[in-house]
């Protein structure tokens, strides 16, 4: 049954839905005569002019073809992709993002691009795991266009007017922290972070977890990947998150963070105007922070460090974001023409003019970047898809709230549950969606933990 992505979007998305209509959605407009027009769908209406200009070049190596492009806010794109399934079918080609495509493919909205994963696949940087990243029961299905992941971005000056040392690991992070409220003597808050419940704050916790996730082994474990991995019978790790937690609450008693809720604005505001020397910042929204600054005001950027031992033990670090890439509708009366598109999209040439004028980090290995703040964002981002997930089910709307309601009472001292038992009921509120019948059907169960979890406790001193 179609109806997964349908689901997971009603239960997330209700407001928005009526906002934008997108004109010739359902594959396309037709062929008249030996013309071909196809829809293209993106998110960035920062970069409007330049997917015209790209498209319009396009057309004029193809002249038999139109590319007309739309925007839709970022914000909104789940709620329009909503509406146009409801009116008759996605758009020919569309961004969105490969690590939130699986119910699209699952229920067979998405034309598979094993074609192009195969030539390309060469070309990628990384071991290609970007593009491994959009691959679904064996099919690929997303060809990752940028990386967009979470950096710290840091004021170089007042890092040397304090002889401040740039972290390296997640323990140095927290010292650093430390020392910049006992040397300001309090007038300084070390990281700005904003939004909510999805927000740059609750991606530290997420990024606690998933060293939680990878020091253990559960990364290796076959039910990692979905998702859907019965923590029930393990005690272990349960405990684990619950010192993830516990840390968490640590940082956020002791004043490291701006507090949520917050707009990315004024999050920006504070570290422009010296209030906070580092902010958690993401990558594809560096050159709006440029165009705030000053010259004379310095950035340098960091990914977000890991536990000392996760280097000691040469394993890959994780990066909180995902590829913001391009799809093909399976409805396109089009697809040989879509799929020339993509590669068009995907060339070196288009690529290199694309973060030339844009300051984004492509995933192809021949993109040459012009400037040293690129080179390291790309260096920064390398390990970004190494743990690949990809939920099967649709939490429900009560579950994400709820889970985020009972991490949010712990953090603000408005509950009387211990760390322990929030994980206990998170847990609980995501059993009660994956084996929702109505919303998720196909009778999912939670799956058993195959896999020998490692606990020793040198792996895990970070978290005390």
């Not at 997640?170 to 910049?180: I, N, S």
Request: hydrophobic share 35%.
């Amino acid at each position: 049954m179609k109806n997964s992505f349908l689901k997971k979007l009603t239960a997330a998305v209700l407001a928005a839905c009526s906002i934008f209509a997108v004109s010739a959605c359902g594959g396309g407009t037709g062929i008249r005569g030996n013309k071909v027009k196809l829809e293209f769908v993106h998110y960035w209406p920062e970069h409007a002019t330049l997917l015209k200009e790209i498209c319009r070049e396009y057309s004029a190596e193809n002249p038999d073809v139109t590319i007309t492009p739309t925007n839709v806010p970022y914000s909104n794109i789940e709620s329009q992709l909503m509406n146009m399934l409801r009116s008759g079918g996605l758009p020919d080609v569309f961004c969105y993002w490969s690590n939130a495509c699986y119910n699209l493919a699952k229920d067979g909205y998405l034309a598979n691009i094993d074609e192009f994963a195969e030539q390309e696949k060469a070309n990628y940087v990384n071991d290609a795991f970007s593009l491994e990243d959009g691959k679904i029961n064996g099919h690929y299905y997303a060809a990752p266009f940028r990386a967009s992941g979470y950096v710290i971005v840091y004021n170089k000056k007042m890092f040397q007017d304090y002889n401040w040392k740039v972290p390296e690991t997640l323990e140095e992070l927290e010292t650093l922290c430390y020392d910049v409220i006992e040397d300001s003597a309090g007038e300084l808050t070390p990281l700005a972070v904003y939004g909510t419940s999805s927000g740059t704050m609750m991606q530290i916790k997420s990024t606690f977890d998933a060293y939680v996730n990878i020091l253990s082994g559960l990364v290796k474990d076959p039910a990692y990947y979905c998702n859907r991995q019965d923590a029930s019978k393990e005690s272990g790790l349960q405990q684990l998150y619950a010192d993830s937690l516990v840390k968490f609450k640590k940082w956020y008693d002791a004043g490291f963070f701006t507090l949520d809720p917050q707009t990315r604005d004024n999050a920006q505001k504070e570290f422009t105007n010296g209030k906070t020397p580092m902010i958690l910042f993401n990558n594809n929204n560096l050159d709006v922070l440029q165009a705030t600054i000053g010259e004379d005001f310095r950035i340098g950027a960091i990914s977000f460090p890991a536990p000392e031992i996760v280097n000691e033990l040469n394993l890959n670090t994780f990066t909180n974001g995902t590829f913001d890439s391009i799809f093909i509708a399976k409805s396109s009366r089009h697809y040989d023409v879509a799929l020339d598109f993509m590669k068009y999209l995907m060339s070196d040439e288009v690529q290199q003019k694309w973060v030339q004028r844009t300051r984004s980090v492509s995933l192809k290995k021949n993109v040459v970047y012009d400037n040293d703040e690129q080179r390291n964002m790309a260096t920064l981002l390398s390990q970004l898809g190494a743990y690949p997930q990809k939920a099967d089910f649709t939490m429900s709307t009560d579950a994400s709230s709820g889970n985020y309601t009972l991490v949010n009472n712990y953090l603000t001292n408005a509950s009387n549950y211990t760390a322990l038992e929030v994980v206990q009921k998170g847990f609980e509120n995501t059993v009660k969606s994956v084996t929702d019948k109505i919303l998720n059907p196909g009778n999912l169960q939670m799956i058993d933990i195959t896999t020998t979890l490692d606990y020793s406790e040198n792996r895990y001193t970070w978290l005390k």
